[in-house]
């Protein structure tokens, strides 16, 4: 989708001049006391259906760039693309290859195009992703065919949709702002001492936001019919402000969990 990389570069114009200073923030948060040490009160995870806030890890705020914009006309579907991200639109994770949620409100596209960038903006991976047509909340996980995530290191990631059947620039991005964290042995061993279930409520203690919503989705899948699972969903999505897709189908994230 070539539509997408001519406005690529308009919307990045802002990333070269602020990775310095983002990037000092996340090495003065590293040299402080880190999340991940942070210890978990295990009496507070046996209270997981009540405990899914998120809490924001210190690491600044991104710069701010295209964040759900629109071009040609795509101007009036607002709302209709919204990544499942906090606020700041920076997410932690742990994992080598993290997944990546996103929300669409009409079954209007076929295809998407995703774009993971370094610090450097140059590009790290590119694929068209096929979806269902059916409105819902969507996922894409990083293939292992990809280049691993490095620690420590931003990576900048879009996902663009076309409103247009031909190759335009009537396109609706949203992005985000992605870097993994090596866990401490501590938070190793409290996540392998515990069942699925109660995961989620650790990652999200430790401000690790991919590991949290993708383990709380996976429940969902497993588990449709608790109570418990979807309250911890609610709990996870309305601490980042996301309160609309709550209620929101999964799309197709059961059936690549399957």
């Known amino acids: 989708m070539s539509w997408m990389k001519k406005n ?3 919307l990045a114009i802002p990333i070269s001049l602020t990775f310095s200073t983002l990037s000092a923030l996340s090495v003065q948060a590293h040299s402080q006391k880190g999340f991940v040490d942070t210890p978990v009160d295990t009496q507070k995870v046996r209270t997981w259906q009540i405990s899914q806030t998120f809490k924001t890890p210190n690491r600044g705020t991104p710069p701010a760039t295209a964040g759900g914009a629109t071009r040609g006309g795509c101007t009036e579907k607002k709302g209709y ?3 499942l991200m906090p606020k700041q639109k920076l997410g932690l994770t742990v994992n080598e290859y993290p997944t990546f949620f996103w929300h669409m409100s009409k079954p209007e596209v076929k295809t998407a195009e995703f774009l993971l960038l ?9 694929t068209n992703l096929k979806l269902p047509k ?3 909340i969507f996922s894409f996980t990083l293939p292992s065919e990809a280049p691993a995530l490095k620690v420590n290191k931003l990576y900048h990631w879009y996902l663009s949709v076309n409103c247009s059947s031909e190759e335009t620039d009537e396109d609706i991005t ?3 702002w992605v870097e993994r964290t090596k866990p401490s042995l501590a938070l190793r061993i409290k996540l392998n001492n515990l069942a699925p279930k109660y995961r989620s409520k650790v990652y999200a203690d430790a401000g690790i936001w991919h590991e949290a919503i993708t ?5 969902r899948c497993s588990f449709p019919s608790d109570s418990n699972v979807m309250l911890n969903w609610k709990k996870l999505l309305t601490s980042v402000g996301l309160n609309k897709v709550v209620s929101e189908p999964l ?3 059961c059936e690549i969990q399957s």
């Open 118 to 126: 370094d610090d450097n903006d140059d590009l790290v991976y590119e």
């Open 8 to 10: 690529l570069y308009t």
């Open 215 to 219: 383990n709380v989705a996976q429940q």
């Open 174 to 176: 949203i992005e985000g």
């Open 251 to 253: 799309n197709n994230i």
């Open 81 to 83: 693309l919204t990544s």
């Open 134 to 136: 059916k409105p819902g």
